[in-house]
């Protein structure tokens, strides 16, 4: 079993450790003892660049320090940090920062550097991983499924079985999806102090004008969301609703408390592109609609 966060900390390490040497997918992969395939795309699905953009971010910001603090002639500093050429750094450098290097020496001009990606915000739970989240404005749009009505307490779980049946069995009577393999398991929890929530396993539709029997039909409101990316070393099917619970429950005490937004609706739903998933590998995607926190925006 691969443990991810230990993959991902000896990937950092290794980047940090030989920043001054060419770097190849392929060595680093092999220092991490994962294959370049996985590697690469929980490394871009986690921090939404690729490892080797990462790799030349890093170099990048660190020989700043020499060109700040030093002398050293520009194409001293793109060889002492494995750089084929001159312009091959500075092209790199002007299109990370904005400016040439030697701008940047002479206007001691300030600019967004990349440190390391510190592995204490990388959360695990057994063998699933996720990192900070990130933001999106999506328009409102319609889903078809079935709504199950279950308890609170055993909702996890059930969920999990009613995802599956839906997806292998019953999303075939849906007559307009948008993308038949694009999970979405919608979860309302407003009658949750009584004891019950809201799950449907769907599908994104067209519209809402050809309902199967014993189907429901919602229209989700536009909203800004913050999204959540679990990527698992599994198949999709072996996803847990608790698991995902409890990492719903620390990512929110470490980020939504502190940032700035506070939940907009009942709702939220899970996304899962089975199109990028097999039997070792695995995204899903939490969607929680947000607001500002005007609460707490008064108090500053």
Same mark, same amino acid.
């Given at each position: /079993? ?49 490892? /080797?953009?990462? =790799?030349?971010?890093?170099? !990048?910001?660190? @020989? ?24 091959? *750094?500075?092209?790199? &450098?002007?299109?990370?920062?904005? *400016?040439?290097?030697?701008? =940047? ?30 933001? =999106? ?13 279950? !308890? ?14 839906? &997806?292998?069995?019953?999303? %075939?009577?849906?007559?307009?999806? !948008? ?9 309302? #929890?407003?009658? $949750?102090?009584?004891?019950?929530? $809201?799950? /449907? ?28 990316? %679990? ?23 470490? #980020?939504?408390?502190?940032?700035? %937004?506070? @939940? ?37």
């Amino acid at each position: /079993m691969i443990n991810t966060k230990r993959t991902l900390e000896f990937c950092l390490n290794y980047i940090e450790s030989n920043i001054n040497d060419k770097m190849s997918l392929d060595e680093i992969s092999v220092h991490a003892g994962v294959s370049k395939y996985y590697l690469h795309r929980m490394f871009k699905s986690l921090t939404g660049e690729s490892i /080797m953009d990462y =790799v030349q971010s890093r170099k !990048l910001t660190s @020989s700043i320090n020499e060109l700040i603090s030093t002398n050293m002639r520009v194409i001293d500093i793109a060889l002492e940090y494995g750089f084929d050429h001159e312009q091959s *750094y500075i092209r790199a &450098f002007r299109k990370k920062f904005g *400016y040439t290097p030697l701008k =940047v020496r002479r206007d001691q001009i300030s600019i967004e550097i990349k440190e390391k990606i510190n592995v204490n915000d990388i959360i695990t739970i057994n063998n699933s991983v996720t990192y900070r989240p990130f933001y =999106v404005f999506k328009q409102k749009f319609d889903i078809v499924g079935v709504k199950h009505k279950i !308890l609170s307490k055993s909702g996890d779980n059930i969920a999990n079985i009613l995802g599956r049946e839906f &997806f292998y069995h019953n999303k %075939f009577t849906i007559t307009n999806p !948008l993308d038949p393999e694009v999970y979405i398991g919608y979860t309302n #929890w407003k009658g $949750y102090d009584e004891g019950y929530i $809201y799950y /449907m396993p769907s599908l994104q539709v067209a519209d809402l004008t050809k309902l199967p029997k014993g189907m429901t039909g919602i229209t989700i409101p536009a909203h800004k969301y913050v999204v959540f990316r %679990f990527i698992g070393f599994f198949h999709p099917d072996e996803i847990k609703g608790r698991q995902v619970g409890r990492l719903l429950v620390h990512l929110y005490r470490r #980020w939504i408390i502190n940032s700035g %937004f506070t @939940s907009a609706d009942h709702f939220r739903f899970e996304y899962v592109d089975t199109s990028l998933s097999n039997e070792n590998y695995c995204e899903l995607d939490i969607y929680q609609p947000i607001k500002e926190d005007n609460k707490r925006v008064s108090e500053f």
